[in-house]
């Protein structure tokens, strides 16, 4: 296979032609804040999370890495100023509809949105933006996993990989705008229409999909 | 291209011809025709029961006269709309007919020889007798293209249409390659009308360039902005007009299926198109080898649900593909992977409108309309406070000034102008100082605004800028699919911040947090909605600040339109004691006099309706409507 030299916050990175520069940056060890990317569809991205943003030399806005296929001399910054400001900002407005109760929560401390506020140096709480939380239900219906749909980043992984494996699949987006989330058809407790395979579950970033063995509280409630 | 059996229009032309002369040709030789504006704008203003009050009438008078059923002449602001073509007479239009005006002019005009001056809008040509169309301000600027045929032709008659220079486009394209039809679009410098403006040649031509087959070709008449409705005139009074250039389409790219995507709220537009579809495939415009030669095309409609977003182009895509309307990252372009992966053209109504005049006519004379960089028309659906609200066609570079207050007629009941909305909820506001503006692609976009759809909604004194924004991106919001961060988490936030301002409820750091996000979803979302969503904020931001602040720090809306913020208020130096015709407009009981005879206002009762103001006899002129609210001690 072919590869290209680029060159990412000044650090020479070599990949194949074809790939991406969100997959060349984390496979070289610099990270980009990202939720919706999977190395499955890099092919086909899904670009729902809008915070992968990179300034590239030579372009006059910010890009998303996940869509942007790598090239012989390309001059890219995770760190440029408005590139901070679009991922800051869209992570801001995730947090703002998220309920933030992470002592509480089973994957504190495992969570992708902690971790990218981290590197980004926002807090959980926002004080720019009003709070927004969804009241769904939550649905525990599956013997392995808990759904608490409040808490979903709408990054679409475990649509995707649902949907890919073999078998009819259980769960898909449904609704738009504001209220759009993931369901199962007819918004059916999910534990009617699952296998448990629990590939979703492990493929959350967030505290929406997690294992019964790490929410016990959930569990019992 | 090899032609199989030579089979060309002229037969059917002469057919044509005889038809349309069977109709309207005895003007000139004794009988006369009427014709009535049946497009939706008709309908709802009550063209039905006037055509039936035509028809009941002329069989009681037994007059010989047939009645043609045609489309939408733009004039939507004077339907219904009668035209009468007596021997010996101009043809004359007459506005806001009803069915006593229908008959009377029947007997007056047809039976009698009085043209009835008082109901006249418009003669078509010019005449001693009675005004014209040319001598309204309006004729100097207006130049129809796509509008030409509507309201002049039945569009359920194809014959009509061919008789008016129909399908001689597709008969010419037919006889050169499809190169030289791309690069004849080309040369017209034709910019796509669905909104972006991107040059349709090259998009032609990148289609056609594209590997991979089957290649499809789409009419984008989703038409989802509130208030435009120049796709649906066109679609309703002219469908032929965009068949014949959606076949050239595919002829050029090398397609075999073409589709037009309509919404199902168009029902009469639907219906229209399926007829045209029926004629064009029993003339052997669409079918195999088309009018004998090899090329091969047919057409399907699909009904669009009515989502905003299926009008974006990858949505569209997806929605005919039986997936949810939900857009994709682009690059890959549709015209190259588009449905079902294929390379894929697609363009608006109006774009393919354009068509069939550049190959009929040759791209010099298109390009010769309009400026060097947005050649051609442009249509806009004028509504608002103007006073000749309808459909308006001018050649690219006709400013804004020229627009609404020659063509429009300016604002309705000696109102001041303040700002002029262009483009739907993409659009942007622009204010007074940008009336000299030439409408084109690039100088709105310069200004902040876009060509967007075509809609063109003219504001005044009474319209408040910060309300505006709110309404527009109220729509955006609502219509957001969902799928990405900045457009549904931001948009929503953005509307929060205009709800509270416009409730007088707006803190100090609102306008500054809502210009952000407005920068943030622009520049961060994924598709055409979320990045032009905020155009309406950051234009009224950008030229009507002062309203913005006005609200946030005084607590005032300056054009007292924020029901939260105004209140009726009786000035009791002016109450005349003795006079008491307020207090009895007031549905709610909310007016009663005081210890002194002087009229109070309740306010914890009064709903704000705004009965009592003109109530107030204007000699006393007691009564004021004012904002910031302030009551009575
Ligand atoms: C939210 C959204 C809605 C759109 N709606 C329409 C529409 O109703 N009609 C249309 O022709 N184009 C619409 N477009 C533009 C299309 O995506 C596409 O650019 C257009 O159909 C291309 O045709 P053109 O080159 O002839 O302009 C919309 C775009 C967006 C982002
Ligand atoms: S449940 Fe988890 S994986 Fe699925 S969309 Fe929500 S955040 Fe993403
Ligand atoms: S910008 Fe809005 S409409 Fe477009 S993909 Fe994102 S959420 Fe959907
Ligand atoms: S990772 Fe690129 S948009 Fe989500």
């Known amino acids: 296979m072919k590869t290209v030299t680029l060159s990412i916050d000044g650090k020479k990175v070599f990949a194949h032609t074809g790939e991406k520069v969100l997959w060349a940056a984390l496979d070289n060890g610099i990270y980009i804040p990202n939720l919706c990317a999977m190395r499955e569809n890099s092919e086909e991205p899904m670009t729902a999370c809008r915070l992968c943003f990179v300034e590239i030399e030579g372009y006059a806005q910010p890009v998303t890495a996940c869509t942007e296929p790598v090239r012989e001399g390309l001059e890219v910054s995770t760190r440029g100023e408005r590139a901070l400001r679009l991922a800051r900002s869209g992570l801001e407005l995730l947090l703002a509809s998220h309920p933030i109760e992470c002592a509480r929560c089973p994957v504190n401390r495992a969570c992708e949105l902690q971790r990218m506020a981290a590197h980004l140096g926002i807090k959980l709480k926002t004080r720019r933006l009003r709070k927004f939380v969804h009241e769904f239900p939550i649905d525990s219906s599956s013997p392995l996993f808990v759904y608490d749909p409040n808490k979903c980043v709408l990054c679409g992984r475990c649509v995707f990989i649902c949907q890919k494996l073999p078998g009819t699949p259980a769960i898909g987006f449904a609704h738009r705008g504001f209220d759009r989330r993931v369901t199962t058809c007819g918004d059916e407790p999910i534990g009617n229409r699952c296998g448990d395979c629990t590939e979703c579950v492990s493929a959350c970033p967030s505290g929406a999909l997690v294992f019964k063995s790490r929410s016990p509280a959930a569990d019992g409630s | 291209m090899k032609v199989l059996s030579p089979v060309s229009l002229s037969g059917i032309r002469a057919q044509a011809a005889q038809h349309w002369q069977a109709t309207f040709g005895g003007w000139h030789s004794g009988r006369p025709v009427i014709t009535v504006g049946m497009a939706t704008c008709g309908r709802a203003a009550g063209a039905m029961d006037v055509l039936q009050a035509l028809r009941d009438e002329l069989a009681r008078l037994e007059l010989d006269c047939p009645v043609v059923e045609v489309g939408c002449t733009g004039h939507c602001y004077a339907e219904p709309l009668v035209t009468i073509y007596k021997p010996g007479y101009p043809a004359i239009c007459y506005g806001y007919v009803n069915p006593v005006i229908a008959r009377t002019l029947l007997r007056e005009f047809l039976q009698g020889d009085n043209p009835c001056p008082e109901f006249v809008l418009g003669a078509l040509e010019t005449n001693d007798l009675v005004p014209s169309f040319a001598d309204f ?12 045929n509507c309201g002049q032709i039945d569009p359920e008659q194809i014959e009509h249409y061919i008789a008016n220079g129909g399908y001689a486009a597709l008969e010419k394209a037919l006889q050169i390659t499809p190169e030289e039809v791309i690069t004849e679009i080309k040369e017209a410098r034709l910019r796509g009308r669905g909104g972006a403006g991107f040059p349709t040649g ?27 409705f120049m796709d649906r005139a066109v679609l309703e009074s002219d469908p032929h007009s965009v068949l014949e250039s959606l076949i050239i389409a595919g002829y050029a790219i090398g397609a075999g299926q073409g589709y037009i995507y309509v919404r199902a709220e168009y029902p009469l537009a639907v219906q229209r198109l399926r007829l045209a579809l029926r004629q064009a495939r029993q003339h052997n415009l669409l079918g195999r080898h088309i009018l004998g030669n090899a090329f091969s095309f047919d057409v399907r409609l699909f009904l669009g649900s009515g989502a905003f977003i299926c009008g974006e182009e990858t949505a569209l895509i997806a929605s005919l593909e039986g997936e ?18 294929k390379p894929t053209l697609i363009d608006n109504v109006k774009t393919l409108g354009c068509v069939r005049h550049i190959i009929r006519d040759g791209a010099k ?3 010769a309309i309009g400026t060097q960089k947005s050649t051609g028309t442009a249509v806009f659906a004028l509504a608002g406070k103007v006073v000749n609200t309808g459909l308006v066609e001018v050649p690219m570079g006709t400013t804004l000034r020229q627009i609404i207050f020659d063509v429009g007629g300016g604002i309705p009941k000696g109102k001041r102008f303040k700002a002029v909305q262009i483009g739907g909820p993409s659009g942007a506001c622009l204010p007074e100082s940008a009336l000299d503006l030439p409408v084109d692609f690039d100088s709105l976009t310069d200004a902040g605004a876009m060509m967007g759809s075509g809609g063109m909604v003219v504001l005044d004194e009474d319209d408040c800028m910060v309300e505006i ?17 900045f457009c549904r988490l931001g948009t929503r936030q953005m509307l ?19 210009a952000e996000l407005a920068e943030d979803v622009k520049a961060g979302s994924l598709c055409g909605l ?11 931001l950008r030229y009507f600040r002062d309203e913005y602040e006005a609200h946030v720090k005084e607590g005032r809306c300056p054009a007292l339109m924020c029901q939260d913020l105004i209140n009726y208020y009786i000035i009791p130096e002016k109450c005349e004691r003795s006079c008491d015709a307020c207090v009895g407009t007031c549905t709610v009981e909310a007016i009663s006099p005081n210890s002194k005879r002087i009229k109070v206002i309740d306010q914890a009762k009064c709903v704000k309706c705004g009965l009592c103001l003109p109530a107030c006899p204007i000699k006393y002129g007691a009564i004021i409507k004012q904002s910031p609210p302030q009551v009575q001690k």
């Open chain 2, 137 to 148: 301000p309006r004729a100097k600027y207006e130049t129809r293209l796509l509008l030409k």
């Open chain 2, 202 to 228: 090259e998009k032609w031509e990148m289609c056609r360039r594209a590997p991979g087959r089957p290649k499809y070709v789409i009419c984008n008449a989703d038409e989802g902005d509130p208030g435009a």
């Open chain 2, 324 to 341: 949810a309307g939900i857009p994709r990252h682009r690059p890959p372009y549709p015209a190259e992977h588009g449905l079902h992966g």
């Open chain 2, 365 to 367: 004379a298109f390009a």
């Open chain 2, 469 to 485: 924004a709110r309404y527009f991106l109220q729509f955006t919001q609502r219509e957001s699919c969902g799928k990405c961060t």
């Open chain 2, 496 to 514: 929060a911040i205009l709800d509270d301002i416009t409730k007088g409820k707006g803190k100090p750091e609102d306008i500054a947090v809502l």
């Open chain 2, 530 to 540: 979320g990045k032009t969503a905020p155009n309406p904020v950051l234009s009224t």
